[in-house]
T-cell receptor, first 115, second 115 residues
Framework: GENVEQHPSTLSVQEGDSAVIKCTYSDSASNYFPWYKQELGKRPQLIIDIRSNVGEKKDQRIAVTLNKTAKHFSLHITETQPEDSAVYFCAASRGLTGGGNKLTFGTGTQLKVEL | DAGVIQSPRHEVTEMGQEVTLRCKPISGHDYLFWYRQTMMRGLELLIYFNNNVPIDDSGMPEDRFSAKMPNASFSTLKIQPSEPRDSAVYFC?????????????FGSGTRLTVV
């Protein structure tokens, strides 16, 4: 089955700096890669996703890049703000081409944005 | 849309008791997933349904866990008998086969404590 590794487990940045979280996956058939943000005591919420036919996707201050050859993808947050502090999870699946979009999650990154 | 609705939000029970967690997916979503979240193991997929049919229950820890989806708007996850190691947050999520939305929407979760 799919295995997703995520690094780092904790990340501390100064407000206004950029943050980068990296994930690798093992299943070459995976074609859908979402990122979720989970604030303390809350549900995970989808913040951005990318499909395997795209190398990069951007939405305001967040962007995701995908390298299919190396089987890794990354989340980039620019101009970080205190409200970006949360746990971020990457995930991978075969989408609807197989496995019914069963997501395998990384272990999470605790991001802390300091004033 | 009210989103994915889970009940109860919190459950405290004694070891050996039966516990039933409930989930109402988003109307029109044809996939439903049950995940368990702990500090040690992160987000683990327990079971998922497509059109009310269980597709993959390989993540169910043992026979003490069972899940049902009698109709498109309701699912239950039952633990009998419960054990302290079952303490976790249990999330239900739903998604759609529609091309516009591969990503899951999570419910608010049920925090289960078995004492």
């Amino acid at each position: 089955g799919e295995n997703v590794e995520q690094h780092p487990s904790t990340l501390s940045v100064q407000e206004g700096d950029s943050a980068v979280i990296k994930c690798t996956y093992s299943d070459s058939a995976s074609n859908y890669f979402p990122w979720y943000k989970q604030e303390l005591g809350k549900r995970p919420q989808l913040i951005i996703d990318i499909r395997s036919n795209v190398g990069e996707k951007k939405d305001q201050r967040i962007a995701v890049t995908l390298n299919k050859t190396a089987k890794h993808f990354s989340l980039h947050i620019t101009e970080t703000q205190p409200e970006d502090s949360a746990v971020y999870f990457c995930a991978a699946s075969r989408g609807l081409t197989g496995g019914g979009n069963k997501l395998t999650f990384g272990t999470g990154t605790q991001l802390k944005v300091e004033l | 849309d009210a989103g994915v609705i889970q009940s109860p939000r919190h459950e405290v029970t004694e070891m050996g008791q039966e516990v039933t967690l409930r989930c109402k997916p988003i109307s029109g979503h044809d996939y439903l997933f049950w995940y368990r979240q702990t500090m040690m193991r992160g987000l683990e997929l327990l079971i998922y349904f497509n059109n009310n049919v269980p597709i993959d229950d390989s993540g169910m820890p043992e026979d003490r866990f069972s899940a049902k989806m009698p109709n498109a708007s309701f699912s239950t996850l039952k633990i009998q008998p419960s054990e302290p190691r079952d303490s976790a947050v249990y999330f239900c999520a739903s998604s759609s086969r529609g091309l516009a939305n591969y990503g899951y929407t999570f419910g608010s979760g049920t925090r289960l404590t078995v004492v």
